[in-house]
């Protein structure tokens, strides 16, 4: 058997994954003695860096064939595991050559400006991210709904630093329009409120305002957004409004989520709205609640935010907090604080009862913070 090891997907490789995993044969052209070269077993490995694309790798050719069979796992980057297929392949002076089928095809209308945007897509793509995020944003209300949901995907995967500045030249009032369109899909509604919080005005505030008032918005997702660019724009009236949701155990949980992942964004990305002394006082707000505690504990123990050890440790053995999941997070922020004499002697009192527990969270922990080490290189040739 020898391996073999392709950094693109050249017509090595083509070759070898239009054997896809149907099993079927694929007609090989040429004359024997080239087939007679490549024949054998081939196993091994191919990377796509600029598409971001890897699969494995088998194939096989007999001598005296004109057919190859193989098999390949094309990994993308969303974990989806996808065979090509290939129509023929050609071999000629120990060189490949072949036709490889489309590996997705979608149907469009016949007005479509599919075109046109992947066209300025090729043009806009060596340029700076928020360059590209400008070109995108002009095709997020596209008719064609491919279109329209590939634009929006180029904004999930930016970074805020990208996004930021960009956000701020975008025309306010149209953001406006979406938000308040019946059609626009509930799952932009974060992206939007985040834009509008970005660029808009007072007066485009009360347009996210009417959304966290409306039952049917404040339940789907983005609000998480809605609840930023509300805050954004409006900074009291909308720390004010998250802390409200923060407070109140009745509120959905889904809903105290969302305000808690909003503060979460302040944190990382917007410590200039909302100090940060601001941000642990409202995640205090979940402390008492024990369906949502051990998100806080969480939060609160990444922040390294010590100073509310007390109130922390002194929720562990709480009736409405006595479930394993809570416990863990306790733990995890004692764990993480042991300069603390009371930390100290708490892990210390939790191990005389549970040693195997303090233990298996001690080990979850080192996982989370250890250096991954680095990935062995792959080999360039084999046989």
Known sequence: MRLVTVTSLSLFSLLAVACASSGTSVPVKGPESDLATLAGEWKGHYENDGAGRSGEITFKLEVGRHSAE??????????????????????????????????????????????????????????????RLKFFFNYLDNPDTEIAND??????????????????????????????????????????????????????????????????????????????????????????????????PSKEFMLRYAALRAVRFFWESRPDVVTKNDMVEAVCLLLDQGDIA?????????????????????????????????????????LSCPQLPRAATFVQQLRNQDAEMVKDVEELLKLETATPAPPAPAPKTGS
């Open 151 to 248: 634009a929006y995907k180029e904004f999930g995967n930016a970074d805020y630093k990208d996004f930021r500045d960009m956000a701020k030249e975008l025309p306010a009032d149209k953001v406006a329009r979406w938000l308040q369109d019946s059609n626009t899909p509930a799952f932009r509604y974060g992206l939007y409120a985040s834009m509008l919080g970005h660029c808009g005005t007072t007066k485009h505030a009360e347009v996210l305002r009417a959304m966290l008032e409306d039952p049917q918005k404040r339940v789907s997702s983005g609000v998480d957004g809605i609840l930023a660019g509300y805050t954004m724009l409006k900074p009291k009236e909308g720390w004010e409004y998250i802390r409200s949701i923060l407070k109140d």
């Open 70 to 131: 193989g098999q390949v796992v094309m990994q993308l980057p969303t974990g989806e595991a996808r065979p090509l297929k290939i129509q023929f392949v050609e071999i000629a002076n120990r060189e490949l050559k072949g036709k490889i089928d489309p590996y997705r095809g979608v149907p469009v209308p016949a007005d479509s400006d599919i075109v046109k945007y992947l066209q300025g897509a090729l043009a806009v793509k060596d340029k700076p991210v928020s360059e």
């Open 294 to 334: 051990d998100l806080a504990i969480e939060d609160l123990r990444k922040w390294g935010r010590w100073e509310v050890a007390d109130r922390v440790l002194g929720l562990y053995g709480k009736k409405s907090h006595d479930v394993p999941i809570i416990r863990r997070s306790i733990l995890r922020f004692a």
